[in-house]
């Protein structure tokens, strides 16, 4: 006996039902693989106010071991190996820079692309007003002006954000990190890197106070800043595991740092009026 086949009749709700999930499938397959190729994001913003710098700082240890005895020369390896970039450390930053984009999540704080764009930026507008090579600053001076000295602070970020926090209270600099009397002048005396774990993040700090008080703050060219010395610190080692897909070269961002350090005044005098 000859069957006859029956035909189910056409059903477009169906239809679109399974072309939607077949579609759906594709696209979460396929969006993981899309996120894994792209080039690691550049963050073009950080450390933007005092509270950003207060936040960062209680994010990261203030304490920690050294991995020798040598404190001219520390190690910190043990550190640097906990927060070294990692394919999934990788994928979490560009899923967190797309969140970003969206305006669903905030950008990091401070990240080392910020502070290759950074640095690169300050660079430029420092040696386009003449700051460059070996060359004296001057400050102007009247009978109520003030003066805030920064020794060395050789990395020490949360000290730093310490003081920052002390004058704010003293009523000499805003939350947005501009000083508040044209009378007052903050001076950082050198070697602000080194010794440190932390010394990319304290330098884009310092930075960040020089581009918001480009006539206020002085930051002088220390023996540190000088002729490739941070190359003997852990500047160098902290370029070498952050900023590896960053730059090329033994240390990563090497040219970028010297050029910035190149536009420091080597001396600042004081003009009493």
């Not at 890197?193 to 206020?216: A, D, F, G, H, W």
Request: aromatic share 10%.
């Amino acid at each position: 006996m000859k069957q006859h086949r029956v035909y189910k009749p056409y059903n477009p709700t169906r239809s679109r039902l399974k072309m939607t999930l077949v579609a759906l499938g594709i696209v979460v397959v396929l969006i993981p693989g899309l996120i894994a190729i792209l080039p690691q994001p550049g963050y073009q913003t950080g450390m933007e106010d005092l509270p950003a710098l207060v936040a960062y700082a209680a994010s990261v240890p203030e304490q920690y071991a050294l991995d020798n005895d040598n404190t001219i020369k520390p190690a910190f390896n043990k550190i640097y190996a906990q927060d070294a970039p990692t394919w999934q450390s990788n994928y979490a930053d560009k899923l967190r820079w797309l969140g970003s984009k969206l305006h669903a999540v905030n950008p990091p704080l401070w990240s080392p692309s910020f502070f290759k764009k950074q640095i690169v930026s300050l660079t430029k507008k420092r040696e386009a007003a003449g700051m460059k090579g070996d060359f004296i600053a001057k400050l102007t001076t009247g009978p109520q002006s003030k003066i805030f000295y920064f020794g060395n602070i050789h990395g020490a970020l949360h000290s730093l954000v310490h003081c920052l926090q002390k004058l704010k209270t003293l009523g000499a600099i805003n939350d947005d990190l501009t000083i508040t009397n044209p009378d007052y002048f903050i001076v950082f005396i050198g070697n602000t890197i080194s010794r440190s774990p932390y010394c990319m993040q304290t330098l884009s700090m310092v930075c960040r106070l020089v581009e918001k008080n480009p006539e206020q703050v002085i930051y002088l060219r220390g023996g540190h800043e000088s002729k490739n010395y941070w190359r003997e610190q852990s500047l160098k080692t902290q370029l070498q595991v952050f900023a590896k897909d960053l730059g090329s070269g033994t240390v990563p961002l090497a040219d970028e740092v010297n050029a910035l350090f190149n536009t420091l005044p080597l001396a600042a005098y004081v003009m009493a009026t």
